[in-house]
């Protein structure tokens, strides 16, 4: 065994902060969405966090949201936040429109063909291209910050799927059972290049609004990013 086969590596894929959308859209990948002020502080909180560990390498999604999230965790270790196309969100047909629970989007004829196949899913970019793009990004990471700690910021569904097919659960779930929740970490520790551990922690756990945390119960009139369609 060699030194390389040995060695720990840790890629903390982080999803980005809360985002600035008053007209409650599911933006998805447009383009202009940007962190709110409260995002800002959980940004902040986990580059706190992460402080003290031995990160090399800082790369995000090219969404705003996402380099906005990775500019402190960077700057306290200094860094460049560099951009990777495949941390991107997850495509799907809603983007641009609003999409929750209780406004009468799942009775609209024009919708029903978007939703006729949860497994693969008929509304957007299939479970497992995301699982090739995440774990080619995450493994670039890995590679980039070999024998130290890299930081990957993404988004919700993306980071869910990718750790989904780590843990080897099926991919097709219930969105609103996701841990995953805004400015969290989803931790992979590698020896060489196999993955040994996943670890999940929530260091802006507090600053979190309570309907937005992993497992709570639905609000209506809430919009897509809390309802669990990808954010």
Request: charged letters at 25%; proline letters at 6%.
């Amino acid at each position: 065994m060699t030194k390389s086969d040995n060695e720990i590596t840790v890629v903390h894929v982080m999803r980005h902060g809360e985002v600035e959308n008053p007209a409650g859209v599911l933006y998805g990948r447009l383009p202009g969405y940007h962190l709110s002020d409260l995002g800002r502080r959980m940004a902040d909180r986990v580059a706190e966090h992460l402080a003290e560990r031995d990160i090399t390498h800082v790369v995000a999604s090219p969404l705003e949201r996402a380099q906005e999230t990775a500019a402190p965790i960077a700057k306290a270790h200094g860094l460049d936040v560099a951009a990777d196309q495949r941390l991107i969100e997850a495509a799907n047909v809603f983007q641009g429109k609003t999409f929750g629970v209780g406004d009468g989007a799942l009775r609209r004829p024009a919708n029903w063909k978007h939703l006729t196949n949860p497994f693969r899913p008929s509304w957007g970019e299939p479970y497992i291209d995301q699982v090739v793009r995440m774990m080619a990004a995450i493994g670039v990471a890995r590679d980039t910050a070999r024998g130290h700690e890299a930081v990957c910021v993404s988004h919700q569904l993306p980071i869910w799927i990718v750790r989904s097919f780590v843990e080897r659960r099926r991919l097709w779930h219930d969105p609103r059972k996701r841990q995953c929740t805004l400015a969290s970490l989803t931790s992979f520790t590698y020896r060489g290049d196999k993955i040994v551990s996943v670890g999940y922690s929530e260091p802006a756990r507090d600053l979190v609004p309570a309907h937005l945390l992993a497992g709570a119960r639905p609000v209506k009139g809430a919009t897509a990013p809390s309802k669990g369609f990808g954010a």
